[in-house]
């Protein structure tokens, strides 16, 4: 763990874009020559649950082929990936007495400005074709026994999403380089420090310990599993919706004898034609994240976790669609839902936001008319919400739950960067959900534009509520709300839903109010709803607890 600490500090240091720099939004990771995941620091669970699924796929794919110097990298849904701005960067370690044999790998994922696409920051709320998102990477050796491919990562940033009718590539390709070269230096760390720890203790003392680790994971499952029996039964279900009436269903069927578990969807709706649709890894890292986050021992995540497991996700549904389906909405979207329907099953803990609320905004690229390509940049941030109550616990206000981990952007980075003004970022009272335990309130972040810009939204429960559980309320469901000054200064204040692009004149300004986390039992006064979130000390919730001890 302390590795990929290490790993994860050198790329944020040598990084260049606010994205990672800032924002936090990158995970690294090591794993076993199997693939398998071993050990992690408290990054993303999104990546770090399904970052196992890229790196299988380039072992497969490359295999004995791969030599001391060699990194690869990849994006593709089919390949493992999460959705097409997270680049995964793969860097094989091997024996120091053996040039053949990998011994490990040294994995980084990080989210990228702008990968190319129909839009600015390559997050476009309308797509519906995966090519319309951005440069599609299957494979690429980013560098080959020491020498990096420049030519080969220029065309598949820039050339090759281009060729696309509407589309563009790479708006800044010299800052989505850097923060590559900086993901292939920290993948560079994780050599080095791994490299160090086998000459120190021997590769079998080291191996034996990865297995001890697993094996813990695996056992610490199967007890949570069986333990969840007296409380909810061998088998039980759970159902959620998207916010345009998609269902995600769920049935959990326990052994009590193995403690294994059987998580069937059967019954969750077919691929959408938009792109909430989630790549299969994505689904298997918001599974296991609800299993790390239930454990109440102190264990790392890893591949262990899994091991009890038999995950059915039916062909064709919106967890498992076509490989040309949009999914950059899945990742960061429909895998909050996965994780509710997951602690829903289990009665674990009331609806946190269910929602990333991803704001993109820029300038550039290729003119859709003319041809003419212009460097250009995109903008791209999550934004806090509230997190659900649970059986001791009260939610927390503002904050990212679940499958993302990342910071907000300061707004001193924010306005000096960007032409853009905060002008509030604050607590939305009353927002979360009433209760014995009141769930976390969202936020009111809004932003000033100070030239005319394309901007875009994509979120959810904007029409579908956080659930409350146990007799506690609904958190409430956000909205985005356009403030459009016309030419003779009068405003309009327009609900724009939330999934859309919008030109934005000079001094418009984009309100984003967050939803609310559920509330947990009945029993507290319509008054109570009204307390401001942040007098309360909501500690050790699930959400909490998974960041800090991931």
Same mark, same amino acid.
């Given at each position: 763990?302390?590795?990929?600490?290490?790993?994860?500090?050198?790329?944020?240091? !040598?990084?260049?874009?606010?994205?990672?720099?800032?924002?936090?939004?990158?995970?690294?990771?090591?794993?076993?020559?199997?693939?398998?995941?071993?050990?992690?620091?408290?990054?993303?669970?999104? /990546?770090?649950?399904?970052?196992?699924?890229?790196?299988?796929?380039?072992?497969?794919?490359?295999?004995?082929?791969?030599?001391?110097?060699?990194?690869?990298? !990849?994006?593709?849904?089919?390949?493992?990936?999460? /959705?097409?701005? +997270?680049?995964?960067?793969?860097?094989?370690?091997?024996?120091?007495?053996?040039?053949? %044999?990998?011994?490990?790998?040294?994995?980084?994922?990080?989210?990228?400005?702008?990968?190319?696409?129909?839009?600015?920051?390559?997050?476009?709320?309308?797509?519906?074709?995966?090519?319309?998102?951005?440069?599609?990477?299957?494979?690429?050796?980013?560098?080959?026994?020491?020498?990096?491919?420049? +030519?080969?990562?220029?065309?598949?940033?820039?050339?090759?999403?281009?060729?696309?009718?509407?589309?563009?590539?790479?708006?800044?390709?010299?800052?989505?380089?850097?923060?590559?070269?900086?993901?292939?230096?920290?993948?560079?760390?994780?050599?080095?420090?791994?490299?160090?720890?086998?000459?120190?203790?021997?590769?079998?003392?080291?191996?034996?310990?990865?297995?001890?680790?697993?094996?813990?994971?695996?056992?610490?499952?199967?007890?949570?599993?069986?333990?969840?029996?007296?409380?909810?039964?061998?088998?039980?279900?759970?159902?959620?919706?998207?916010?345009?009436?998609?269902?995600?269903?769920?049935?959990?069927?326990?052994?009590?004898?193995?403690?294994?578990?059987?998580?069937?969807?059967?019954?969750?709706?077919?691929?959408?034609?938009?792109?909430?649709?989630?790549?299969? &890894?994505?689904?298997?890292?918001?599974?296991?994240? &609800?299993?790390?986050?239930?454990?109440?021992?102190?264990?790392?995540?890893?591949?262990?976790?899994?091991?009890?497991?038999?995950?059915?996700?039916?062909?064709?549904?919106?967890?498992?669609?076509?490989?040309?389906?949009?999914?950059?909405?899945?990742?960061?979207?429909?895998?909050?839902?996965?994780?509710?329907?997951?602690?829903?099953?289990?009665?674990?803990?009331?609806?946190?936001?269910? &929602?990333?609320?991803?704001?993109?905004?820029?300038?550039?690229?290729?003119?859709?008319?003319?041809?003419?390509?212009?460097?250009?940049?995109?903008?791209?941030?999550?934004?806090?919400?509230?997190?659900?109550?649970?059986? /001791?616990?009260?939610?927390?206000?503002?904050?990212?739950? /679940?499958?993302?981990?990342?910071?907000?952007?300061?707004?001193?980075?924010?306005?000096?960067?960007?032409?853009?003004?905060?002008?509030?970022?604050?607590?939305?009272?009353?927002?979360?959900?009433?209760?014995?335990?009141?769930?976390?309130?969202?936020?009111?972040?809004?932003?000033?534009?100070?030239?005319?810009?394309?901007?875009?939204?994509?979120?959810?429960?904007?029409?579908?509520?956080?659930?409350?559980?146990?007799?506690?309320?609904?958190?409430?469901?956000?909205?985005?709300?356009?403030?459009?000054?016309?030419?003779?200064?009068?405003?309009?204040?327009?609900?724009?839903?939330?999934?859309?692009?919008? %030109?934005?004149?000079?001094?418009? !300004?984009?309100?984003?109010?967050?939803?609310?986390?559920?509330?947990?039992?009945?029993?507290?006064?319509?008054?109570?709803?009204?307390?401001?979130?942040?007098?309360?000390?909501?500690?050790?919730?699930?959400?909490?607890?998974?960041?800090?001890?991931?």
């Amino acid at each position: 763990m302390s590795i990929a600490e290490a790993m994860g500090r050198s790329l944020q240091q !040598t990084a260049i874009s606010t994205n990672i720099k800032e924002r936090l939004d990158y995970s690294c990771a090591i794993f076993a020559p199997t693939g398998d995941l071993v050990a992690n620091a408290p990054f993303m669970p999104v /990546h770090l649950g399904s970052m196992s699924w890229s790196v299988k796929y380039q072992l497969k794919l490359h295999g004995s082929s791969l030599k001391p110097g060699d990194v690869l990298l !990849t994006n593709a849904p089919q390949a493992g990936g999460s /959705h097409l701005p +997270d680049l995964t960067v793969i860097s094989p370690i091997f024996d120091p007495n053996d040039d053949t %044999k990998i011994i490990f790998f040294a994995a980084s994922r990080g989210h990228h400005a702008d990968i190319g696409g129909i839009l600015p920051g390559s997050m476009p709320p309308t797509s519906t074709e995966l090519w319309e998102e951005g440069a599609v990477i299957e494979s690429i050796k980013v560098v080959s026994e020491g020498i990096y491919a420049h +030519d080969a990562v220029y065309k598949a940033m820039v050339e090759d999403p281009a060729q696309y009718p509407g589309c563009s590539g790479s708006r800044n390709f010299r800052d989505t380089e850097s923060d590559l070269k900086a993901q292939i230096a920290a993948n560079h760390k994780g050599v080095q420090l791994l490299t160090a720890l086998v000459e120190q203790y021997g590769l079998k003392m080291v191996h034996e310990y990865m297995e001890h680790i697993r094996a813990n994971a695996e056992q610490a499952v199967r007890t949570m599993l069986k333990e969840s029996i007296p409380r909810i039964g061998k088998s039980f279900t759970a159902i959620d919706y998207m916010d345009d009436g998609s269902p995600i269903a769920l049935r959990v069927t326990i052994d009590e004898e193995t403690g294994g578990a059987i998580f069937d969807f059967e019954g969750t709706g077919p691929e959408m034609r938009g792109n909430l649709n989630t790549p299969v &890894c994505v689904v298997h890292a918001a599974v296991i994240y &609800c299993l790390r986050s239930m454990i109440g021992e102190d264990i790392p995540l890893n591949a262990g976790c899994l091991v009890p497991l038999d995950i059915r996700i039916p062909k064709g549904t919106l967890l498992d669609p076509s490989p040309l389906a949009a999914v950059c909405g899945g990742n960061v979207m429909t895998s909050q839902r996965v994780t509710d329907v997951v602690l829903k099953a289990f009665r674990a803990c009331a609806a946190s936001q269910g &929602c990333c609320n991803n704001l993109t905004f820029g300038v550039g690229g290729k003119d859709p008319v003319t041809g003419e390509v212009t460097e250009g940049w995109g903008y791209y941030e999550t934004v806090a919400g509230g997190s659900g109550a649970g059986p /001791h616990w009260h939610g927390t206000s503002g904050i990212h739950t /679940h499958m993302t981990n990342t910071r907000i952007t300061d707004v001193e980075i924010l306005e000096r960067r960007y032409p853009v003004l905060l002008k509030e970022y604050h607590f939305r009272p009353g927002s979360g959900g009433a209760g014995e335990y009141k769930g976390g309130d969202g936020t009111v972040r809004s932003y000033q534009f100070l030239e005319p810009l394309k901007v875009s939204i994509l979120s959810e429960r904007r029409a579908r509520a956080p659930y409350g559980l146990e007799g506690g309320e609904d958190g409430a469901l956000g909205r985005n709300i356009w403030v459009k000054t016309e030419k003779d200064g009068s405003t309009r204040r327009i609900n724009v839903g939330g999934k859309g692009t919008m %030109k934005f004149s000079t001094g418009d !300004t984009l309100e984003l109010h967050t939803p609310g986390g559920g509330g947990w039992g009945a029993g507290q006064t319509k008054e109570m709803k009204k307390v401001h979130n942040n007098d309360f000390e909501p500690r050790g919730s699930i959400a909490e607890r998974a960041k800090v001890d991931f």
